[in-house]
């Protein structure tokens, strides 16, 4: 069973998502990049598809854990072309855990000159 999905850059229409893959991939975008479903239009890049899927995770959800947990379930081995840049991008999320950015962040916010 199909249910419609609205908004570009996703296919009209994408299989069912089951409940454990809900939070990590709403709508199941990134699932239909990475294993290279049809339906995607091909005039958006790897990064199009990272960031609508950013958009869509819940606020509470680290996008690091969920990257790891869909790269996980799709590994980088069996990707190509654009779907092969897609996991290197979810990698790259996955090496920057939110805890990690905002330590940084506030390491950089005290040392500004007053």
């Not at 570009?8 to 991939?25: E, F, K, T, W, Y």
């Not at 950013?54 to 606020?59: D, K, N, S, T």
């Not at 947990?69 to 939110?98: D, F, I, N, Y």
Request: net charge positive.
């Amino acid at each position: 069973m199909t249910r419609p999905v609205t908004g570009d850059p996703r296919p009209s229409a994408l299989p069912h998502v089951s409940n454990d893959n809900q939070n990590i991939d709403p709508g199941g975008l990134m699932t239909a990049v990475l294993q290279e479903r049809g339906g995607l239009d091909p005039a958006h890049t790897a990064h199009d598809f990272l960031i609508g899927w950013l958009l869509e995770l819940p606020a509470d959800l680290d996008p690091a854990i969920a990257a790891r947990q869909l790269l996980a379930k799709s590994p980088m081995s069996s990707a190509s072309g654009r779907a092969h840049r897609v996991a290197e991008l979810l990698a790259e999320t996955a090496a920057h855990p939110r805890a990690r950015a905002h330590a940084s962040r506030r390491r950089s916010v005290s040392r500004r000159p007053g």
